[in-house]
């Protein structure tokens, strides 16, 4: 062969490789929605979370390289209901990326797959940190999860049309796994069906009615506060009386308070991640319920 033409093979070769091993670059603002990508995606996505299982992603320092990494993204997903209302919009404009601005193919929404509770008519800061659009800690309902890999598949699909089949099938192998998961934890949490229960923050409402527990008291004193000596002596007095027996509470709150609260009750602090990456031992959606699932139902149960 002509060696102009045998390098002008390789070029061709080499481009058509680089073409088919490209994968979709994929920024999500927690880590939940990025365990959902890479378990739909598979190996045509390649995904970053910003923020960390174990940070409080209420509060999350706009790095320079969370810049960087939505400057080179395809796609873009957040929790919305402005749970990231107070670093995402800066790193987004700083990141000169138009296709991954909000109302654009490269932006999701994820709050629009589901249907938020706690909606509120109004957001009254003197209340603590309101989400009036509803709680944004809705991934903590498995259903939910569901919901929010069938959209991320299908703004996968429509971002890369060629990897349709590969989506579509990775998804299905994801609800096949959710609906054994759900049958167990559905059947480790009926026993504690109605029982009453205190949570540190307002995160909890979709994990509570998905396996319908009241929640009676609030560590907080309000959304985002630290709890003060008053708040926790009324919250020690509605656990006594309705004779609450699990505390739950996120592994980066601080638990000197709700250990404070065991020790005057009959409660006990179930101190678990809320998101994937929390803990070594929750590196995917469905370890992260495992965790709270097992951790809940034994406290709730002895």
């Known amino acids: 062969m002509n060696p102009k033409h ?20 994929v920024v999500t603002t927690t880590q939940d929605p990025a365990a959902l990508t890479r378990a739909v ?5 390649d995904v970053t979370a910003l923020c960390k299982g174990y940070q409080d992603p209420h509060f999350l320092d706009a790095k320079p390289s969370y810049m960087l990494a939505l400057n080179k993204a395809d796609l ?44 509120t ?13 509803g709680n944004p800690h809705y991934w903590l309902d498995p259903e939910n999860g569901r919901l929010m890999a069938r959209g991320i598949a299908a703004r996968l699909s429509s971002l890369d049309p060629a990897g349709q089949a590969t989506y579509a099938a990775n998804l299905k192998a994801f609800e096949q ?11 480790a949490m009926a026993p504690l069906s109605g029982q009453a229960i205190v949570t540190f923050h307002k995160s909890w409402s979709y994990f ?5 527990l009241n929640v009676v008291a609030f560590v907080e004193p309000k959304p985002g506060s630290q709890p003060t000596a008053q708040h926790t002596i009324e919250v020690i007095n509605v656990a006594r009386e309705k004779n609450v027996k699990v ?42 319920f495992d965790v709270v699932v097992d951790a809940v139902a034994a406290a709730g149960t002895t």
């Open 76 to 119: 873009v997903e957040a929790i919305g209901l402005e749970f990231e209302i107070g670093w995402l919009p800066p790193l987004l404009n700083g990141a000169r990326n138009p296709k991954v601005s909000p109302g654009n193919p490269g932006y999701l929404d994820l709050s629009t797959l589901v249907k938020p509770l706690d909606v």
């Open 41 to 45: 995606g598979g190996d045509r996505v």
């Open 208 to 212: 509570l009615d998905r396996y319908h």
């Open 247 to 288: 505390l739950l509470m996120e592994n980066f709150y601080d638990r000197r308070s709700p250990d404070q609260i065991a020790t005057h009750t009959s409660a006990k602090v179930v101190f678990v991640p809320s998101m994937v990456g929390g803990t070594d031992k929750v590196q995917t959606y469905f370890d992260l």
């Open 177 to 187: 796994q959710l609906d054994v998961k759900e049958a167990a934890w559905s059947k």
């Open 121 to 133: 008519a109004s957001a009254d800061r003197a209340g603590g940190d309101v989400h009036p659009f």
């Open 6 to 25: 045998l390098l002008l093979v390789t070029a061709v070769v080499a481009v058509s490789s680089t073409q088919a091993l490209a994968k979709l670059t």
